[in-house]
């Protein structure tokens, strides 16, 4: 039985060896170097995705302010549209003040009415809220008095006594106060206010300068109440291309 000896090879006869030791070392290099790569890529898309939701943030909120500027412009002109020389009670630079009747609320009475008298029967009182001020109008004479409670289906009730008589069929109608006013905001911008029988709010917000102008059916600018036949609103807005001039002309 032969006896053989275990053959010992040494590293340094193993050229592959130093191969592979070489190879890992390049390796992982480059995976570092590549990481690192990666790391700036995301960072310049992280960055330009937060520059493209600034932006589009930046145009959502002027196209909102464009609408909420359109939008309020017209329920200015449409209300203002309903106000005559002889309603308007404040016609000023930072505020304009008229009656009207907004909702179109308006009945007749089913019998005659005496003085003294505080429920009028009507054709329809549905919907009429407490408190609002209505128009009784007859022939020859007008009265307004407030309801002291919502209307009903076949009767309004006055919080004050007629003082006048009136026949069968005497109109009545709701008669708002509206009054649009300027307010000024702590960063310096305005507010366009809105206010309908003592209910105020914000028509139009974030607003650089506004003011109301007036004018008689002489193309001449006025501030008497009685003569104005026209009144313009101009409007720069705190948003960039916001230069807007409104022009309302009243009913004859």
Known sequence: ???????????????????????????LSELMISLAIGAAVLATALSTVNIVQTHAGKQHRTLNHQ??????????????????????????????????????QRTMT???????????????????????????????????????????RSQLTLAEPLEAAFSEGASVQVNNRVKYYVKSNEDGTSNLMRMV??????????????????????GQGTIQPSRVRRVVLKINSSQPLHHMVREVSLRS
């Not at 006896?3 to 070489?22: C, D, F, K, M, Y």
């Not at 500027?69 to 008229?98: K, M, N, W, Y």
């Not at 209910?199 to 059916?217: H, K, M, R």
Request: negative net charge; hydrophobic residues 35%.
């Open 110 to 152: 089913t019998a005659g009415l005496s003085s003294g008298q505080s429920v009028l029967p009507v054709q329809d009182g549905s919907g009429w809220g407490e408190g609002k001020t209505v128009h009784v109008c007859g022939r020859h004479v007008c009265e307004s008095h407030r309801l002291a409670r919502a209307g009903q």
């Open 197 to 218: 029988d003592g209910g105020a709010s914000v028509l139009i917000g974030e607003l650089g300068d506004l003011e109301f102008s007036y004018w008689n059916d002489m």
């Open 67 to 104: 609408q909420d500027v359109r939008l309020g412009l017209e329920v200015f002109e449409q209300e203002v549209r309903l106000a005559t020389a002889d309603t308007i009670v404040t016609a000023a630079p930072h505020e304009f003040l008229f009656h009207a009747n907004l909702s179109d």
């Open 1 to 27: 039985m032969n006896n053989r000896t275990p053959t010992v090879v040494s590293v340094r006869h193993q050229p592959w060896r130093g191969i592979l030791a070489e190879s890992d070392g390049v390796c």
